[in-house]
Every structure is written in structure tokens, then in C-alpha cells.
């Protein structure tokens, strides 16, 4: 009897293994068969910048050589405002099979989580990486007026003056706000921030000398090379392609890395094979010489990345900006 049962047992296991094998196919299947078939209709990419300004580079670049590519319009649908906060949450909530994708910076995705009380998404569930678009690097400049000429003496006028020094921010919560404070974590140091709303009125104050510092992007390389500004070094992990006589600030005062980055982004949940297309065909367009030449021209340096490894600098930089906003015990905002 008992042989019997064992034969039967085995009979409805194997039963129920096929039938979970063929789903699987069968599952596998549709998904390679959607792809094939991927873009059906016009694509939507959003994304948290303004028209024109470097963010909208890349969209713009990938929408218009996968509209000659794949013959299917591949629309910019630029969502400014709220910190990137309304373009990231209306791109998680559109359906996952490709037709929406979201071109976002660093800003909502990584600094967002650590700096905002709350959030109406979560990067990490509702969404799966695409493909990595850029890196834009930041250069530390002082007003000449200062007398540091590096890291190190920078570092020691801030410490032989604890509190009198000032630097200036794009705002509450952004890239080069998060980046000097984790510059003042890993020094040491005691510099006052100045918010400002935007980087070119920060830009304004340094010139005329009523702040003293300031982490700035590439429209200050002007200012730079005119004697208005002084570059000290970059806080990204290498020297930048833009200015490469300058020295990082990790040479001297090692843990800081500070990029901010764009990247391409899907609803989660979106089909793998269709993930694998996107990211295979965004990467081929961003390595032509081209378009590496236009995003050159808007300070802008291309990086080849896989999608983990877009995921891994996601996670990285939410635990570093994490860590600088528990350490330094920054306020959250609203």
C-alpha cells in the first residue's frame, strides 16, 4: 500500500513540476514576445528638469536616436519642480511595459530619501534601473578674496575659524548642499551654509565676496579662467576631464565623492527582457562620439555602467547621504 501512495505521490509531484515548467516557458515567451514587439506606440520619457538645462541633455539625445531606431515617437515630457519630487512620483505610478520611462538626477532618487520627511515613492521598489546617462561634476571655488590656495589651507583657515566661514547652496537638500556637508563631515570642519535658490544666485554672492566658498558645476569655469573665482579642487573620486590640473579633495581628505548623476529609470515590474533592450540601445547611443561631444559641451561626462552597477551607486550614494544627514543631525524638510 504504501508503495503505491509513494507512486502516486510522485506522479501528482511531478504532475504539478510540469505545469510549473510549462508556465514558466510559457511566461518566459510572452515576455521575449513583448519585447520583439517593444515599442508599440509612443514612449514617454519624463524627466525633473527644465528644458534646455543639462538633465534635459540626455533625454533629449536618447529620445530622438530611438525615434529614427525603432520608428515609435520616443516624447520628452520635461516635469520640473518640488526637488524633482513631481516628475519621480508621476513616472511611479505609470503602468510598467516600457512606454514610460523617467530621466532623473541623483537628487530625488538619492538625496531625497535622507533629506525629506516624507516621500510619495520609494526608489528602491518602485523602480528598476535602465541605464546610467552622466556624471556632472562640481569644482570647489573660493571668492580670491580667501587666502586658501588648496584643500589643506582651506581646511586649516576653516579650523583656526570655526564658524566664520560661509558657503552657498543651490538650496535646502541639494547636490552641492549635501556634497559641502559631507566635505565638513569627513574634515572636520565648521562652515556655515547659505541657501539660495538656485546655484547662479549662490554664483552672484561668491563673486561679490558675501559669501566665501561654494561647490559650483561647470558654468563657473568662466569666472575661473577670468580670475573672478579660484578653483581649489573637485570633490568627485578623479579628476575631471573638464578641468584635469585640478587635484580632488579626496587627495587630501579622503571619503569624499561628491557627482551628481543622471540616469535612466522604469516603474518596477517592468518586463526583464524589455529592461535589457532599453539599457542595450540607451548605452550604444550615449557611447557614440557625438553624442560624448554634446555632453561635453554642457559639462557633462559619459560613463559606461551595467544596470547593477547602476543600482549598487543608487544604494551607495542613499547610504552616504543618509549617514551625512544622521551625523550632522540636518533638519528633514517638508
Known amino acids: 500500500m504504501s508503495t503505491i501512495l509513494r507512486r502516486s505521490k510522485n506522479v501528482r509531484s511531478f504532475a504539478v513540476s510540469s505545469i510549473a515548467l510549462a508556465a514558466l516557458v510559457l511566461a518566459a515567451g510572452a515576455d521575449w ?66 512606454h514610460t520611462l523617467l530621466l532623473t538626477s541623483d537628487g530625488p532618487m538619492a538625496i531625497g530619501p535622507a533629506i525629506k520627511r516624507r516621500l510619495p515613492y520609494d526608489p528602491l521598489s518602485d523602480f528598476a534601473p535602465v541605464a546610467f546617462a552622466d556624471f556632472n561634476n562640481y569644482i570647489l571655488v573660493v571668492n580670491p578674496a580667501l587666502t586658501a590656495h ?12 570655526p564658524g566664520a566661514l560661509r558657503y552657498g547652496s543651490a538650496g535646502l537638500g541639494s547636490p552641492n548642499h549635501m556634497g559641502m556637508e559631507l566635505f565638513k563631515l569627513k574634515a572636520g570642519i565648521d562652515v556655515v551654509h547659505v541657501p539660495y535658490k538656485g546655484g547662479p544666485a549662490a554664483t552672484i554672492d561668491l563673486l561679490a565676496g558675501r559669501i566665501e566658498l561654494a561647490m559650483l558645476g561647470p558654468p563657473a569655469i568662466p569666472h575661473v579662467k577670468a580670475g573672478r573665482l579660484r578653483a581649489i579642487a573637485v570633490p ?33 515590474g517592468t518586463p526583464e527582457p524589455i529592461l535589457s ?56 524638510l517638508d
Do not use: C
Open 236 to 268: 568627485g573620486a578623479r579628476r575631471s576631464e573638464l578641468m584635469p590640473e585640478l587635484p580632488t579633495i579626496a587627495d587630501t581628505v579622503p571619503g569624499v565623492d561628491v557627482r551628481t548623476w543622471g540616469a535612466f529609470f522604469a516603474p518596477a
Open 150 to 161: 588648496s584643500v589643506a589651507e582651506l581646511v586649516n583657515l576653516a579650523r583656526s575659524r
Open 277 to 332: 533592450k532599453l539599457h542595450r540601445e540607451i548605452t550604444r547611443v550615449l557611447s557614440l562620439p557625438e553624442t560624448r561631444k554634446l555632453f561635453a559641451a554642457h559639462g557633462l561626462s559619459v560613463e559606461a555602467m551595467t544596470r547593477e552597477e547602476l543600482w549598487e551607486l543608487l544604494k551607495a550614494d542613499m547610504r552616504k547621504h543618509a549617514e551625512v544627514v544622521r551625523t550632522l543631525k540636518l533638519p528633514l
Open 33 to 98: 514576445a513583448f519585447s520583439a514587439s517593444y515599442p508599440a506606440r509612443p514612449v514617454r520619457i519624463i524627466t525633473t528638469s527644465l528644458p534646455g538645462s543639462a538633465t534635459d541633455v540626455p533625454a533629449r539625445a536618447v529620445a530622438d536616436r530611438l525615434t529614427q531606431l525603432w520608428g515609435q515617437q520616443f516624447v520628452v515630457d520635461n516635469r520640473p519642480g518640488a526637488g524633482g519630487r513631481i516628475a519621480v512620483e508621476l513616472a511611479s505610478k505609470a503602468t510598467p511595459d516600457g
